[in-house]
């Protein structure tokens, strides 16, 4: 044993070492940073609708002997506290998917069931929107996962479909298989997505155009909660799109067989 061999070894290795404690810190601070923005924006968007609320509280007061105006103030506030009950909605979603460690209580998910749901959870929408709801491609097939964040990463990007749809138009959601995985792509004929922000739309409270999404009800978080959800599943999803044209939102998730039906018997004969 060369003792300047080991020496250099030894050496080698606290370089290392010190590295990787620097790579650790710095990755620990980019973490802190991103909560600490996370709990600014949060608390941002929250004050909007609360500010609104205790505006229109106001306003009724002062309109207390004139009910039609009385209504219109009190519709207002159910209004901003829907929006209210969404946002909270979400970023409970998104911190559960953030913080639970991983896919303890994942099982067999039937992918019709995640999108058929999906689209009956957004079927008023869409009829007030005057968009055409369409399903197609695969059937059968199954993924190793939890069934109701599923039902909600895909409902998310129907509901973005319709939201950026104008009147008259479709949005399609289509299964396809790939191998051992399966797409799930949600298409819709809408405003599209510029490429600049195509790399942004899955950050938190990020929005295309802040007026029109504003206007339109969006939180900002939809996106990042599919991303999450997907990554969850050991999968990735891809968007492709051009402006004014349209865009598809594809989830590709590792594929598994489907279950064996004696499995369900053996739980029910118990
Ligand atoms: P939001 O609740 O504002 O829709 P998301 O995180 O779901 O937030 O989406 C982020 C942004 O990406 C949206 O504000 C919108 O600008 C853009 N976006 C998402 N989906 C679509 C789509 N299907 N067509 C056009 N723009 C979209």
């Not at 339109?216 to 990042?224: I, K, M, P, Y």
């Amino acid at each position: 044993l060369d003792p300047r061999l080991v020496s250099a070894r030894a050496s080698e290795l606290a370089a290392r070492l010190t590295l990787l404690i620097i790579r650790d810190v710095t990755e620990q601070e980019r973490l802190d940073q991103m909560r600490r923005d996370f709990v600014a924006n949060t608390s941002h968007e929250l004050k909007t609708p609360v500010g609104a609320v205790s505006l229109l509280a106001e306003a009724i007061e002062s309109a207390a002997d004139d009910p039609a105006q009385v209504r219109i103030f009190a519709s207002r506030i159910s209004a901003e506290a829907a929006r209210l009950g969404q946002l909270t909605g979400r970023i409970m979603s998104l911190s559960r998917l953030q913080t639970a460690d991983g896919a303890n209580d994942f099982g067999p998910v039937a992918i019709d069931e995640v999108v058929a749901a999906s689209i009956e959870a957004h079927a008023v929408q869409a009829d007030s929107a005057g968009v055409e709801l369409m399903r197609g491609g695969d059937r059968g097939v199954f993924v190793r996962g939890d069934l109701q964040i599923l039902i909600e990463a895909v409902g998310n990007l129907v509901a973005n479909a319709i939201l950026y749809s104008p009147t008259g138009s479709r949005v399609g959601v289509g299964v396809k298989i790939e191998g051992e995985t399966v797409e799930i792509a949600v298409s819709d004929q809408g405003i599209g997505i510029s490429e600049s922000d195509r790399e942004r739309i899955f950050e938190r409270f990020y929005r295309a155009d802040e007026a029109r999404s504003r206007r339109t009800g969006g939180t900002g978080l939809g996106l990042s909660i599919v991303k999450h959800a997907t990554q969850r599943h050991g999968g990735e999803v891809r968007v492709w799109s051009r402006p004014s044209r349209g865009s598809t939102f594809t989830m590709v998730l590792p594929r598994i067989d489907a279950p064996m039906p004696e499995t369900t018997d053996r739980k029910t004969k118990k």
